[in-house]
């Protein structure tokens, strides 16, 4: 009974294409189909979620390349080990919790943060929105999409030129039915990545060595000039 079940599985699997059964899904066409729709997709937002023994790190990024625009809201908070290691003799310990902004808009670069030290009289806190020097424009990475070149934490030249892909199954981010990729380099340097291609051929999930970074297409909230 059982061997029949599987018999009319793999009927079926040759009568409807092995693609459709998950088998030799091919990982080179698959990231150049997913290029192709980069070179046209013009905003993203993406949340990262980084781990190491310093501590977890959270940021929230939203990029718009059709009206310049990128917005940047960090969140760390630092392990014992990482306070410790933080720590000089002139400024003391680090604060465990640090958040930072920064925001382009308007062809200009503004930050807010909250203080990185204990001490009290080396308080760097800045609140407010105020300009900073730090130039963080859309320029470049605006310039990567529309050359195919990658895609936030997707690296399509890399992938196609040096990577070996393997299909890992389908997933589901964030409501999004995906298919997730394994990506190898023989680098000692570049790491291992899994990459979550959806029905679009946008990515939705990167996860490298310490991150997880999780994508979505919804129109960019913009926030005011300050």
């Known amino acids: 009974m059982a061997r029949s079940g599987i018999n009319a599985f793999s009927f079926l699997c040759v009568a409807f294409g092995l693609a459709s059964c998950g088998w030799f899904r091919d990982g080179q066409k698959a990231f150049q189909a997913s290029q192709k729709v980069a070179i046209k997709t013009r905003q993203f937002n993406v949340e990262l979620d980084r781990k190491t023994k310093m501590g977890e790190f959270k940021e929230t990024m939203a990029l ?11 969140v760390d908070d630092l ?6 290691s933080g720590s000089s003799l002139s400024q003391g310990r680090p604060t465990a919790h640090h958040e930072s902004e920064m925001l382009f808009v308007d062809g200009k670069s503004y930050g807010t943060n909250t203080t990185n030290w204990e ?9 407010a929105w105020h300009p900073i020097s730090m130039l963080r424009n859309t320029v470049r990475e605006c310039d990567s999409m529309k050359k195919g ?24 981010v964030n409501g999004h039915r995906c298919s997730e990729y394994q990506v190898s380099f023989d ?7 899994k990459v979550c291609l959806g029905s679009d051929d946008l990515p939705y999930r990167v996860i490298g060595e310490d991150y997880t970074a999780t ?3 919804d129109p960019v909230v913009r926030l005011p000039s300050p």
Request: glycine fraction near 10%; charge should be negative; hydrophobic fraction near 25%.
């Open 149 to 172: 070149e990658g895609l936030g934490y997707v690296s399509y030249d890399l992938i196609l030129k040096e990577g070996h892909i393997e299909y890992l199954g389908g997933e589901k």
């Open 119 to 127: 001490n009290a009289n080396v308080d760097d806190a800045r609140p």
């Open 187 to 193: 680098s000692q340097v570049v790491k291992a990545v």
């Open 79 to 84: 392990s014992s080990e990482g306070v410790e």
């Open 64 to 74: 718009d390349c059709n009206n310049p625009y990128f917005y940047d809201h960090e």
């Open 215 to 217: 994508y979505n297409y």
